[in-house]
DNA sequence: ACTCTGCTAGTGGCCTAGCCTCCTAGACTC
DNA sequence: GAGTCTAGGAGGCTAGGCCACTAGCAGAGT
């Protein structure tokens, strides 16, 4: 993984920072020397004077590392590997960030349709409450000029929820981070807020009913125009 | 989310250290000055001052936001946000790491165990033949005294794909990171890798005749061995 | 012998100061 | 008006230093 191969898309041009070129480096250390969770890394100063770098760059590729999972760095101690990490994996998932998008979108089609379904054969009065509130929210703070982020949020936290399923939040949970991108370039759109609030309603209405078939559908078309966005197209060309 | 609520599990007592408390407060200024995706953030020199802190803390800090996709650092140009965070959220996707880990075994299962009973149903002459393949690396690996990391991810890749679903698919890349590190914990302990292989066996067993409900039950009974692991009794306690 | 305590070497945390490279807006030239 | 040049300001990185914390060990006390 080196310099060249990080122009993905059409943006990103700049070069790879020390510090990442760093982390690379680290991994294949940990790699090299077989550390296994628990196993302490050498010191910031050997590092930094092994690998020609200040301790300054080194402690932002430890940084770096800490916030992925690998390492704890630890005040007085030492940095700690907490998992021994697949080197190729982790650095693809950081590069490929926005390639990956489409099928992030794929993935959350399949699961917040099958929360819809799931939301109108089981929503409780409270569910459904819920739901409606966060429909008042988004309503108004598209009144107030706003494009109806938190509504929206709340909206399909809301959907979640009433599905009762703990597995299946967790997905969203996981997808909840990136797929939060596409929906704030989708209602900063002219009008999109408008035409999501209403989608919302409409969804909404199939889960009061406690009609899966119709709750599912109004979420898939709903996610199917949300979806269509310049960040995606680009993505995917 | 103040330094008193970091105390989650029994362990990390240590201090929060600078950069992560300034990246909350960061996030803040974000929310406060109404940000959006694509605006710049003032100049590290800027910052550092207006945060009281030296400039090599802050640019730990914005490495950390970096890494977590909130801003994109240009040299000579500045800090661009690239999307517009809720600091909760993604402060407790931070912390909570540890404590999720229940719930991420639990997703695991639920995907994995699908994933073998879709394989039966669906698997090529290919499919059959990585798996094997998968099988035979990691009794190589056992038997020149590894722990058969190797082919155990080989061999969960295998039963991924032969699948044949893209969704399942991509759930499993979103839970892998995570998963790794229980499995390394369990591979670890003395004689699980020759459980595990065993284990491995049924399941390919179930695959291979075709018989969706051995290889679901077989895939479940490996996972509840392997998911017993302290790392996990900690966590759940 | 054992336990407790205090010390100390080594670790990360953070800062200051400085120089380098890079980007870009605006002045300048044609 | 279009292209070119340049200076200011941005981040990148280094060097060196002091402080806070941890852990292990030596010695005092039991």
Chains 1, 2 share one sequence.
Not at 145 to 157: A, C, K, P, Q
Not at 159 to 188: C, K, N, P, W, Y
Not at 189 to 202: C, F, I, K, N, T
């Amino acid at each position: 993984m080196t310099e060249q191969d990080r122009g993905h898309g059409p943006r990103r041009v700049t070069r790879a920072r020390l510090y990442e070129q760093l982390m690379e480096r680290i991994l294949e250390f940990i790699d090299e020397e077989g550390l296994a969770p628990g196993d302490r890394l050498p010191s910031e100063r050997d590092l930094a004077e092994q690998f020609g770098v200040s301790r300054a760059t080194l402690a932002q590729a430890l940084v770096a590392l800490e916030v992925l999972g690998v390492i704890d760095v630890r005040h007085g101690t030492g940095a700690v590997l907490v998992y021994r990490p697949n080197a190729t994996t982790l650095l693809r998932q950081l590069n490929d960030h926005r390639s990956l998008l489409p099928e992030i979108v794929e993935a959350r089609s399949t699961v917040e349709v099958k929360l819809a379904a799931l939301a109108a054969e089981r929503r409780t009065e409270q569910d459904l409450a819920a739901i409606d509130a966060a429909i008042e929210v988004m309503a108004g703070e598209i009144e107030q000029g706003g494009r109806g982020v938190g509504g929206d949020e709340r909206f399909h936290g809301a959907i979640t929820q009433a599905a009762h399923s703990g597995v299946l939040a967790q997905m969203m949970d996981f997808l909840s981070e990136r797929i939060r991108e596409t929906r704030i370039e989708s209602l900063g759109q002219p009008g999109r807020p408008e035409v999501s609030l209403e989608a919302h309603r409409a969804i909404a209405e199939g889960i009061r009913r406690g009609d899966p078939d119709e709750a599912a559908q109004a979420m898939q078309r709903h996610i199917d125009v949300v979806s269509d966005v310049p960040l995606l197209r680009d993505a995917a060309g």
